[in-house]
């Protein structure tokens, strides 16, 4: 019995990072055939919101705390690498390490007193200090206050993560960021901490009585989607070559990283990826078409859409395959 | 082969040249495709919506068959063009840089658009200016005017328009003016800024300027915008009771200080604001009385119509293209901008981008061309307006008058500062 | 520093805590009810205002005429979405959580978008009111009128809650909050109940939006101002209980204004954050949050 539900585990994760390596594939061609520059950017954004909403999934989805400061762990991720890049020369290929790494060690801070809140507690408390540091960095003469900084263009060059247009290069730049964030949910899910985190979250005494210490297994979470949120960061500040506290550290920006996991399903392995798929074309298309037409219609499209997917798949846009998949597997058995 | 046959061949293969090139003119000059990127929603959609208006009406005086007393305010279309047409295309950047700078960057691939004109806020500026740069298009900076824009070492960039410190620099010639000319000189100041990059950088200049001047500092208060009450800020600006109240707001934070000061019983001996929410009709019509007096540096005066005669016929366009409003400081500087490309095309006579940057860098136009009280248009090596010399407009019966300088005042300063 | 300009800016902190206040109660009354954290509350206020001036240009009544006009319309408005929309988050099974704070959030940038596109983008206000413009002077202290209505108005909102907890329904309510199944057998139902706590909880943001529309500028994002402040007042006072929405409130409104006469305006912000995490490490449930 234990030996086939194994098997069937094992089979199972085969799948995935068969799919993974598939879709990856897929996304590595997909630039080439599109001509359109404006789609091919399109894409970029949607590969690093998926980046960045699995990272936010491991805390919110797979720990089950609902982070909604995560744009604090993106601000540093973006400011030390910008930092170090512009101020020292340091390339942001080592940089956006570097950030991951401060911006680890935030969320493990965070969570620190944060983690002995509950539910909605802790929701409200991660938005609050989210915003004390959007508050402090805009009054920061050291990291250039309001002002933000600019990533001047020097030339062409990989080690610079810099680019004449960068779509093209970023395309790759971000789809590495993505798969190796999907990567690390993977081995996570099929990790002794994957299973601490799921059974923390579908029950907290249930999880007690099997002898896990919680509160440290929820900031092991923090940490490592702290410091995958905060590389993605670095990534966006090459990208767009301008970083301020407005772009990088604002509560809406915490409400976008965590929206695709939300949409896509929450918790799951390919609900991010979903998720960003569908939200970030529908967001800027619609910005793009209706924004300048008459102003207000692109905002009751999106929050309509918003609405409406959350009524109509609460588990999330992954449902419609798994529902597939289990037909399909039914049909087999 | 003959020498004759040969020069003949090389005659008929360059009439060929010129008239294959002529066609790609000509269809060319039919549209010209400019890009606008402004907030045309979100918090500032206001400024976005009438930068739209703006720009509109421009373009329709380029286009249309009028005729106002300016550059380019005749007859139909660009003559150096065989009478092309200017098309505006407008892209909303929600005021967020990576939003602005793919908008920026799909006008440029996509629509292949000779130029882009924004933006309002400085952080989008940037990342437009960045990516013009990389794409060598030129980027118009409308009415964006923080100072360090114009020294990012870039070669694509062209502000028509005066920078805060121009504008700053005009306040205090105002106020020296000002004392020559009433023996009410300014002793003090108190200043009172939003805390993102347009207000402090504003207090910034503002506090080196009068330090420089000799003048006091007896407050500098900074906040955070789109905050419920400016009630206890509005107690402190009593207490210090500087000659002048110098803020720099936007028009929900103007509209809340004003009030507060109001409900404190405070009215500031002069108010000198840094344009922006002073300046907005919203915030004239939300404060109503309590506006009198308010003075603001501006790069536009709508009362000087004996110095720049196009000024009505320019604001009636405006007003019937959708508007509703006057012209204002930053309305003018948009629909001036438009008219700085569009003679920039009417010279290079092509859609090229290099031509198009020479004939920007060669520009040359007399203030009285314009709507604009300028001297002129003609930019430096970083693409900055010499000419463009701010004026200070003041609240006087409703009106806003330009009293600052004299040479183009159309009303004498109501100035009581003495105690 | 003189002791009337200390005393000064304490009451009008506090009476501004008490239009914050006002602005929570209905977050926290929902939130008690049934549990959901309603991100489009801010949108709600913002609906109050744009129906007062709207009525008020129309009709030019006065928006302290207005006021149970407005709270009525709020009312209607809190049920059509209880209706439509929250009724069916609560029948969802997974992700109930997620599901009830996207919606709303959801609702709320489609209320924003919707007044962008009816009412542009300006900056309005009402400026003929008849409290607009007036001020109390006790010696030295001034108070403007339309704040110190605002903070009376809002002590009546909170003493008819309190009322209301004392009536037949109020133990509906209160039997409903703690036992959503069990109620049905004593011929409660639920839906009825759930609905009219939206309506009162809305109604409640509706007289705030009216008191507020008297010296405040209106604009589709106004809400946001005041929505981040609830959330934290309501998390302060206790998620659910409406006297600790009031003492928060009180709390906030007095933080703010000390932390800007005595520190810098521009951190005053910072002020109440940190009273708020501070209060939040000692009692994690906040000042009076049971459950």
């Given at each position: 019995?234990?030996?086939?539900?194994?098997?069937?585990?094992?089979a199972?994760?085969?799948?995935e990072?068969?799919?993974?390596?598939a879709?990856?594939?897929?996304l590595a061609?997909?630039?080439?055939?599109?001509?359109?520059?404006y789609?091919?950017g399109?894409i970029?954004?949607?590969?690093?919101y998926?980046?960045?909403?699995?990272?936010?999934?491991?805390?919110?989805?797979?720990?089950?705390q609902i982070?909604?400061?995560?744009?604090?762990?993106?601000?540093?991720?973006?400011?030390?690498?910008?930092?170090?890049?512009?101020?020292?020369?340091?390339s942001?290929?080592?940089g956006?390490?570097?950030?991951?790494?401060?911006?680890?060690?935030a969320?493990?801070l965070?969570?620190?007193?944060?983690?002995r809140?509950?539910?909605?507690y802790?929701?409200?408390?991660?938005?609050?200090?989210?915003?004390?540091?959007?508050?402090l960095?805009?009054?920061?003469?050291?990291?250039?206050?309001?002002e933000?900084i600019?990533?001047?263009?020097h030339?062409?060059?990989?080690?610079d993560?810099?680019?004449?247009?960068a779509?093209?290069p970023?395309?790759?730049?971000?789809?590495?960021?993505?798969?190796?964030?999907?990567?690390?949910?993977w081995?996570?899910?099929?990790s002794?901490?994957?299973?601490?985190w799921r059974?923390?979250?579908?029950?907290?005494?249930?999880?007690?009585?099997?002898?896990?210490?919680?509160?440290?297994?929820?900031?092991?979470?923090?940490?490592i989607?702290?410091a995958?949120?905060?590389?993605?960061?670095?990534?966006?500040?090459?990208?767009?070559g301008?970083?301020?506290?407005?772009?990088?550290?604002d509560?809406?920006?915490?409400?976008?990283?965590?929206?695709?996991?939300v949409?896509?399903?929450?918790?799951?392995l390919?609900?991010?990826?979903?998720?960003?798929?569908?939200?970030?074309p529908?967001q800027?298309?619609s910005?793009?078409?209706?924004g300048?037409?008459?102003?207000?219609?692109?905002?009751m499209v999106?929050?309509?859409?918003?609405?409406?997917?959350?009524?109509?798949?609460?588990?999330?846009?992954?449902?419609?395959?798994?529902?597939?998949?289990?037909?399909?597997?039914?049909?087999?058995? | 082969?003959?020498?004759?046959?040969?020069?003949?061949?090389?005659?008929?293969?360059?009439?060929?040249?010129?008239?294959?090139?002529?066609?790609?003119?000509?269809?060319?000059?039919?549209?010209?495709?400019?890009?606008?990127?402004f907030?045309?929603?979100?918090?500032?959609?206001?400024?976005g919506?009438?930068?739209?208006?703006?720009?509109?009406?421009?373009?329709?005086?380029?286009?249309g068959?009028?005729?106002?007393?300016?550059?380019l305010?005749?007859?139909?279309?660009?003559?150096?063009?065989?009478?092309?047409?200017?098309?505006?295309?407008?892209?909303?950047?929600?005021?967020?840089?990576?939003?602005?700078?793919?908008?920026?960057?799909?006008?440029?691939?996509?629509?292949r658009?000779?130029?882009?004109?924004?933006?309002?806020?400085?952080?989008?500026?940037?990342?437009i200016s960045?990516?013009?740069?990389?794409?060598?298009?030129?980027y118009?900076?409308?009415?964006?005017?923080?100072?360090?824009?114009?020294?990012?070492?870039?070669?694509?960039?062209?502000?028509?328009s005066?920078?805060?410190?121009?504008f700053?620099?005009?306040?205090?010639?105002?106020?020296?003016?000002?004392?020559?000319?009433?023996?009410?000189k300014?002793?003090?100041?108190?200043?009172?800024?939003?805390?993102?990059?347009?207000?402090?950088?504003?207090?910034?200049?503002q506090a080196?300027?009068?330090?420089?001047?000799?003048?006091?500092?007896l407050a500098?208060?900074s906040?955070?915008?789109?905050?419920?009450?400016l009630?206890?800020?509005?107690?402190?600006l009593?207490?210090?009771?500087?000659?002048v109240?110098m803020?720099?707001?936007?028009?929900?934070?103007?509209i809340?200080?004003?009030?507060?000061?109001h409900?404190?019983?405070y009215?500031?001996?002069?108010?000198m604001?840094?344009?922006?929410?002073?300046?907005?009709p919203a915030f004239?019509?939300?404060?109503?009385?309590?506006?009198?007096?308010?003075?603001?540096?501006?790069?536009?005066?709508?009362?000087?119509v004996?110095?720049?005669p196009?000024?009505?016929?320019?604001?009636r366009?405006?007003?019937?293209?959708?508007?509703?409003?006057?012209l204002?400081?930053?309305?003018?500087?948009?629909l001036?901008?438009l008219q700085v490309?569009?003679?920039?095309?009417?010279?290079a006579?092509s859609?090229?981008?290099?031509?198009l940057?020479?004939a920007?860098?060669?520009?040359?136009?007399?203030g009285?061309?314009?709507i604009?009280?300028?001297?002129g248009?003609k930019?430096?090596?970083?693409?900055?307006?010499m000419?463009?010399?701010?004026?200070?407009?003041q609240?006087?019966?409703?009106e806003?008058?330009a009293?600052?300088p004299?040479?183009?005042?159309?009303?004498?300063?109501?100035?009581?500062?003495a105690? | 520093?003189?002791?009337?300009?200390?005393a000064?800016?304490?009451?009008?902190?506090?009476?501004m805590g008490l239009?914050?206040?006002?602005?929570?109660?209905?977050?926290?009354?929902?939130?008690?009810l049934?549990?959901?954290?309603?991100?489009?509350?801010?949108?709600?206020?913002m609906?109050?205002m744009?129906?007062?001036l709207?009525?008020?240009?129309?009709?030019?009544?006065?928006?302290?005429v207005?006021l149970?006009?407005?709270?009525?319309?709020?009312?209607?408005?809190g049920?059509v979405?209880?209706?439509g929309?929250?009724?069916?988050?609560?029948?969802?099974?997974?992700?109930?959580?997620?599901?009830?704070?996207?919606?709303?959030?959801?609702?709320s940038?489609?209320?924003?978008?919707?007044?962008e596109?009816?009412f542009?983008?300006?900056?309005q206000?009402?400026?003929?009111?008849?409290?607009g413009?007036?001020?109390?002077?006790?010696?030295a202290?001034?108070?403007p009128?339309?704040?110190?209505?605002?903070?009376i108005?809002?002590?009546?909102?909170f003493?008819?809650l309190?009322?209301?907890?004392?009536?037949?329904?109020?133990?509906?309510?209160?039997?409903?909050r703690?036992?959503?199944?069990?109620?049905?057998?004593?011929?409660?139902d639920r839906?009825?109940?759930?609905?009219?706590?939206?309506?009162i909880g809305?109604?409640?943001?509706?007289?705030?939006?009216?008191?507020l529309?008297?010296?405040?500028?209106?604009?589709?994002?106004?809400?946001t101002?005041?929505?981040?402040i609830?959330y934290?007042t309501?998390a302060?006072?206790g998620?659910g209980?409406?006297?600790?929405?009031?003492?928060?409130?009180?709390?906030?409104?007095?933080?703010?204004?000390?932390?800007?006469?005595?520190?810098?305006?521009?951190?005053?912000?910072i002020?109440?954050?940190?009273i708020?995490?501070?209060?939040?490490?000692?009692?994690?449930?906040g000042?009076?949050?049971?459950?």
């Open positions: 019995m234990a030996g086939v539900v194994r098997g069937t585990l094992a199972r994760r085969r799948r990072v068969l799919l993974g390596i879709i990856l594939a897929f061609v997909l630039p080439l055939g599109i001509s359109n520059v789609l091919r399109l970029v954004l949607a590969l690093l998926a980046g960045l909403s699995q990272a936010w999934n491991i805390l919110g989805g797979y720990c089950g982070s909604l400061g995560h744009a604090l762990y993106f601000g540093i991720g973006a400011y030390t690498s910008t930092l170090l890049f512009t101020r020292l020369g340091i942001p290929l080592l956006m390490f570097a950030g991951g790494l401060f911006s680890g060690l969320a493990f965070v969570g620190l007193p944060c983690f809140l509950s539910g909605h802790y929701a409200i408390a991660t938005l609050v200090i989210g915003m004390m540091a959007a508050l960095a805009a009054n920061w003469d050291f990291i250039n206050a309001a933000g600019t990533i001047s263009f030339g062409e060059s990989w080690a993560l810099a680019f004449r247009t779509i093209l970023f395309h790759y730049v971000m789809l590495a960021y993505a798969a190796l964030i999907w990567l690390i949910a081995l996570i899910e099929g002794r901490w994957g299973f601490f059974a923390v979250k579908d029950d907290v005494a249930a999880a007690r009585s099997l002898g896990i210490s919680i509160y440290p297994s929820k900031l092991a979470a923090a940490a989607s702290g995958a949120t905060g590389i993605g960061g670095a990534l966006y500040a090459q990208y767009v301008f970083i301020d506290p407005e772009s990088t550290l509560l809406s920006l915490s409400v976008l990283i965590a929206l695709p996991a949409v896509g399903g929450i918790g799951t390919w609900g991010p990826l979903l998720g960003a798929a569908v939200l970030i529908v800027q298309l910005v793009a078409w209706l300048s037409a008459a102003g207000g219609i692109d905002l999106y929050g309509a859409l918003i609405m409406a997917l959350a009524l109509a798949r609460p588990e999330g846009l992954v449902s419609f395959f798994q529902a597939r998949a289990r037909k399909e597997a039914a049909g087999h058995g | 082969m003959t020498g004759v046959r040969r020069r003949q061949l090389l005659a008929g293969a360059a009439a060929i040249g010129v008239g294959t090139g002529f066609a790609r003119r000509a269809r060319a000059a039919e549209e010209i495709k400019i890009g606008a990127v907030p045309l929603s979100g918090n500032a959609a206001a400024i919506q009438d930068a739209k208006h703006a720009l509109e009406t421009m373009a329709d005086i380029i286009n068959d009028h005729d106002i007393p300016m550059l305010g005749k007859g139909g279309g660009l003559s150096g063009l065989a009478g092309a047409r200017v098309r505006l295309l407008f892209a909303d950047s929600q005021n967020n840089p990576q939003i602005a700078r793919s908008a920026a960057e799909r006008f440029i691939t996509e629509d658009v000779v130029a882009v004109i924004g933006s309002y806020t400085s952080a989008t500026a940037v990342t960045q990516i013009c740069n990389r794409y060598q298009v030129p118009i900076s409308a009415d964006n005017s923080s100072p360090s824009l114009n020294k990012q070492g870039l070669d694509w960039f062209f502000r028509p005066p920078t805060d410190i121009d700053t620099k005009a306040m205090f010639d105002g106020f020296a003016a000002f004392g020559e000319k009433t023996g009410e300014v002793r003090s100041i108190a200043i009172i800024h939003e805390n993102s990059v347009f207000g402090s950088d504003s207090a910034k200049l080196s300027l009068a330090d420089a001047a000799g003048i006091k500092v500098n208060i906040y955070q915008a789109n905050i419920p009450s009630a206890v800020e509005a107690e402190r009593r207490a210090a009771d500087a000659d109240l803020p720099s707001s936007y028009t929900s934070d103007a809340l200080l004003v009030r507060a000061m409900d404190v019983g009215t500031p001996r002069a108010i604001a840094q344009d922006a929410g002073f300046i907005d004239i019509a939300a404060v109503g009385p309590l506006a009198e007096g308010v003075m603001s540096r501006s790069a536009f005066a709508i009362d000087a004996k110095e720049r196009a000024i009505p016929a320019v604001n366009l405006f007003r019937a293209s959708g508007a509703n409003k006057d204002n400081d930053l309305t003018a500087r948009e001036t901008a490309l569009a003679d920039a095309l009417d010279r006579k859609t090229n981008n290099l031509a940057r020479e920007l860098r060669a520009t040359d136009i007399q009285d061309q314009t604009m009280p300028w001297a248009v930019f430096d090596a970083t693409g900055q307006n000419k463009g010399n701010p004026v200070i407009l609240q006087q019966k409703g806003w008058r009293v600052f004299f040479e183009i005042a159309t009303a004498p300063p109501i100035w009581h500062i105690r | 520093m003189s002791a009337t300009l200390i000064q800016v304490a009451i009008g902190g506090l009476l239009v914050y206040a006002v602005v929570a109660a209905g977050l926290t009354l929902i939130f008690g049934m549990d959901v954290v309603n991100f489009a509350h801010g949108a709600l206020l609906v109050a744009y129906a007062t709207l009525i008020h240009r129309a009709t030019g009544l006065d928006p302290l207005q149970p006009l407005v709270a009525l319309l709020l009312f209607g408005a049920v979405i209880y209706r929309l929250i009724a069916r988050t609560l029948s969802v099974r997974v992700n109930a959580g997620m599901v009830q704070i996207f919606v709303t959030f959801g609702l940038i489609f209320l924003v978008g919707a007044a596109f009816l542009g983008s300006d900056f206000s009402i400026n003929a009111s008849f409290l413009g007036r001020s109390l002077a006790f010696g202290i001034i108070l009128w339309p704040l110190v209505a605002s903070g108005v809002a002590l009546l909102v003493l008819g309190f009322l209301l907890s004392r009536t037949e329904f109020g133990h509906a309510l209160e039997a409903t703690e036992d959503h199944e069990a109620v049905a057998l004593i011929g409660i839906d009825r109940v759930f609905g009219i706590g939206w309506g809305t109604a409640s943001v509706g007289i705030a939006g009216v008191m529309a008297n010296f405040y500028y209106i604009a589709p994002d106004v809400g101002n005041f929505a981040l609830a934290v309501v302060l006072g998620f209980s409406i006297f600790g929405a009031l003492i928060a409130g009180l709390i906030i409104g007095l933080v703010e204004a000390l932390t800007a006469l005595f520190i810098d305006p521009a951190l005053k912000q002020g109440i954050f940190l708020y995490l501070a209060v939040l490490m000692i009692r994690p449930r000042l009076f949050g049971h459950l």
